[in-house]
């Protein structure tokens, strides 16, 4: 099977948050409260899978409200913050979610990404992970962390299904 083929597998897709919705950089205010960006294309490719019904779970070693209200915006009801084990939460939505992992593509960059990438059908990766997870990843995406990757990996899915429409007026 090429790659190609497994985009056209995907039915749900998990991200991590730092790294991939956002940049890896950490802001922080006199106050001591960490802010993130987020890449606006990252947000819309997301409300589209959505839309077309693809499920969309985030797991996150981070935890920040500003973060969850931005995911919940968006429209994503499968936030899991604070979540050091990932692969524990990744077993059991499997199941409370009635998933098959080799529909799964998950976006990570960083080693606490690893345990799950082994499960799925498609680990893929930003452009610069590190290079633990780019060796795991069946796809690069060239954008990095924050810079467009999320779009990337949801567009292809859904160029390849047929989904990605230009939208008429």
Same mark, same amino acid.
């Given at each position: 099977?090429?790659?190609?083929?497994?985009?056209?597998?995907?039915?749900?897709?998990?991200?991590?948050?730092?790294?991939?919705?956002?940049?890896?950089?950490?802001?922080?205010?006199?106050?001591?409260?960490?802010?993130?960006?987020?890449?606006?294309?990252? /947000?819309?490719?997301?409300?589209?899978?959505?839309?077309? /019904?693809?499920?969309?779970?985030?797991?996150?070693?981070?935890?920040?409200?500003?973060?969850?209200?931005?995911?919940?915006?968006?429209?994503?009801?499968?936030?899991?913050? /604070?979540?050091?084990?990932?692969? !524990?939460?990744?077993?059991?939505?499997?199941?409370?979610? =009635?998933?098959? &992992?080799? !529909?799964?593509?998950?976006?990570? =960059?960083?080693? @606490? =990404?690893?345990?799950?990438?082994?499960?799925?059908?498609? &680990?893929?990766?930003?452009?610069?992970?590190? @290079?633990?997870?780019?060796?795991?990843?069946?796809?690069?995406?060239?954008?990095?962390?924050?810079? /467009?990757c999320v779009r990337d990996v949801i567009e292809?899915?859904?160029?390849?299904?047929? !989904?990605? =429409?230009? &939208?008429?007026?």
């Amino acid at each position: 099977m090429n790659q190609l083929e497994k985009f056209a597998e995907i039915s749900t897709f998990f991200f991590d948050i730092d790294g991939v919705f956002t940049n890896n950089t950490l802001l922080i205010t006199d106050q001591g409260e960490f802010l993130r960006s987020m890449n606006v294309r990252d /947000g819309y490719a997301v409300k589209r899978a959505i839309r077309a /019904g693809y499920q969309i779970v985030v797991i996150t070693g981070g935890s920040s409200s500003g973060v969850q209200s931005r995911l919940q915006g968006l429209g994503i009801e499968h936030i899991y913050m /604070g979540k050091e084990q990932k692969l !524990e939460v990744f077993d059991r939505l499997v199941v409370e979610m =009635d998933l098959e &992992p080799g !529909e799964i593509l998950y976006l990570g =960059d960083d080693l @606490p =990404d690893y345990p799950v990438m082994r499960k799925v059908g498609l &680990p893929c990766c930003p452009a610069d992970a590190v @290079p633990e997870i780019m060796g795991l990843s069946k796809y690069v995406s060239p954008y990095k962390g924050g810079e /467009g990757c999320v779009r990337d990996v949801i567009e292809k899915v859904m160029r390849i299904r047929g !989904e990605w =429409d230009i &939208p008429q007026s």
